[in-house]
């Protein structure tokens, strides 16, 4: 027979072993794998290949990237000390992410074994709780951009409890120092700093205890990120003209609307920080919690406090679009800008906690209760596998990096062209700006965090007519617009109409003179414009391949006196 510890290093070498399993995909298929196309094909990818190539990587801070809207600020790209940006700049995109997604997981999985072991599952005949949660916290479908802003926050607090109980070792300092080169603060660490800071001021004002050690270890890890994100400081001190986020609109939901979101939040997660809580982890915390309402049991403190702050966050969320805030939104500019409702980004961290603590508790409660934590954590561990963007983005029918980026098609259109594609402009219709984008060539249409809202004015004039016919698309764009997109009524908020596609346009309106002044000269379209002529475009050629998801339609926009 092995012994306790024996056996519990089996389970460790075996999670690392499903951990590789679970990332072997994205390394064995390459640009066949298939990968989350909304803010990763559709954007971040494609904007770390731009920058790279661009050769702005430690551009000025007022420099611009020639190849997106004649020129977008260099500061849109984020900053050149975080490390994913640096895996894209040193090897091929698919490669790079690969890396990432490997970087990521293997540190959320460390980290969240040390923090439920050091300091909330400290009786060591629970252990297959702590390795398991944490296998399972490591394989969440989180936000790939994200990296580490909300996988890495268990190492974090593992080091800030390690700091607030008097452990200074080096190892816990070297962590607070070195995270930041590998996550975001705005999305994540933000919110995770300030609720460290409400915690010291717990023990300062509550525990009369002003642990001054964890007040600095809070103040240097804010201190690296401001330093690694000195783009967005400069931004913030020493802003330019002014950009799209001055016109956002984000509170236009009713009170009852934001009760549902509230719930919706809490029942089913967000895109960003997908938890897949719902069938089971939900059912073990109401489990729990209703045995201790039932029993009065005192000891569990934690799990309450946990239990109600994960509920509180999800409120946060959905009220904060509740229409009520738009009038102090509107005179603080900030609130608008800067999106508060991502404290709900600390729901990973805190719903994997009570996963943990709600099984221990009922671990405890005899073998019966052992048996259906086990069942618990490996359906778990089989829902997240099932979510394993190999299995479900094939099965839902989503193009593969290759597809999704098509470019030997887009090679085949670039040489059709027969210009260097610096001395024109396109833009696309049904179809991601990112792909033609990641292609080499200058787009007038992107998705971007921001952009000046001087471009955004100008763009709107090209697209106005659809506008006009669709309330939706028009709010979408005008308080939001983050998506400067060549939007279609008859196509809706639809980028990706592929080959199988027979959808066709049959009523287009756009001003064609406006995107002629913006030195627009092609469009890429991914369904056939039965109206071309009306429009003045010139169908050129159609163009497919067999490794592209995407047929394209090239037109050329004429001028007046060119006729047809």
Request: aromatic fraction near 18%; hydrophobic fraction near 45%; charged fraction near 20%.
């Amino acid at each position: 027979m092995w012994s306790e510890l024996e056996l519990k290093n089996k389970h460790l070498w075996l999670a690392w072993l499903l951990l590789a399993v679970y990332l072997s995909p994205l390394f064995i298929l390459g640009e066949n794998a298939h990968i989350r196309v909304h803010d990763n094909l559709d954007s971040n990818i494609s904007w770390y290949k731009v920058l790279r190539e661009s050769g702005l990587l430690f551009g000025p801070v007022d420099s611009t990237v020639p190849q997106i809207i004649n020129g977008l600020p260099r500061d849109t790209f984020g900053t050149e000390f975080s490390g994913i940006e640096w895996l894209h700049h040193l090897f091929p995109s698919m490669m790079a992410f690969a890396l990432s997604q490997a970087i990521t997981r293997c540190f959320a999985f460390m980290g969240m074994y040390l923090l439920l072991k050091k300091h909330f599952l400290k009786e060591p005949e629970v252990w297959p709780i702590s390795v398991w949660v944490s296998f399972a916290f490591a394989i969440t479908p989180f936000w790939p951009s994200g990296m580490l802003s909300t996988l890495g926050m268990p190492l974090a607090l593992w080091a800030f409890l390690n700091i607030r109980n008097g452990d200074s070792t080096p190892k816990n300092w070297l962590t607070l120092i070195l995270l930041p080169l590998y996550s975001s603060f705005v999305l994540g660490f933000f919110f995770f700093l300030a609720s460290m800071g409400i915690f010291w001021l717990y023990d300062a004002l509550i525990r009369k205890k002003r642990n001054w050690v964890f007040f600095g270890g809070i103040a240097l890890m804010t201190a690296v990120y401001l330093l690694v994100e000195y783009r967005l400081v400069y931004s913030l001190l020493f802003p330019q003209e002014p950009t799209s986020r001055d016109e956002f609109v984000s509170s236009n939901l009713g009170f009852w609307h934001a009760v549902r979101l509230t719930f919706e939040n809490y029942l089913l997660g967000h895109t960003h920080v997908m938890t897949l809580h719902t069938a089971v982890i939900l059912p073990v915390l109401f489990i729990v919690m209703w045995k201790i309402w039932k029993s009065g049991i005192k000891t569990e403190k934690t799990f309450i406090w946990l239990f109600m702050i994960n509920i509180i966050l999800s409120v946060w969320y959905a009220f904060w679009f509740y229409k009520g805030w738009q009038p102090i939104k509107d005179k603080v500019s900030l609130l608008n800008t800067f999106n508060f409702a991502r404290f709900h980004f600390l729901r990973p961290l805190i719903i994997y906690l009570l996963f943990g603590l709600g099984c221990r508790f009922l671990w405890k409660m005899g073998s019966g209760w052992k048996k259906a934590v086990k069942w618990a954590l490996v359906l778990q561990i089989l829902i997240l596998f099932g979510a394993n963007p190999e299995i479900d983005y094939r099965v839902i029918g989503k193009p593969s990096f290759k597809e999704f980026y098509a470019e030997k098609q887009f090679e085949q259109i670039k040489e059709y062209i027969g210009k260097p594609q610096s001395s024109y402009r396109v833009a696309s219709i049904g179809l991601h700006p990112s792909i033609a984008q990641y292609n080499g060539f200058y787009t007038l249409d992107t998705y971007n965090n921001y952009y000046p809202l001087s471009y955004k004015k100008k763009f709107r004039k090209i697209i106005a007519p659809e506008l006009e016919k669709n309330r939706i698309l028009r709010t979408y764009f005008d308080d939001w617009g983050n998506r400067c997109y060549i939007f279609v009524d008859e196509l809706g908020k639809n980028y990706d109409f592929t080959k199988n596609s027979d959808k066709k346009i049959r009523h287009l309106d756009l001003n064609t003179d406006a995107f002629k002044r913006l030195g627009g000269d092609y469009f890429f379209s991914a369904v056939p414009i039965e109206n071309a002529q009306e429009n003045r475009l010139k169908f050129l050629k159609a163009f497919s391949e067999k490794d592209s998801a995407w047929k394209i339609y090239l037109y050329k926009v004429q001028t007046k006196q060119e006729g047809l």
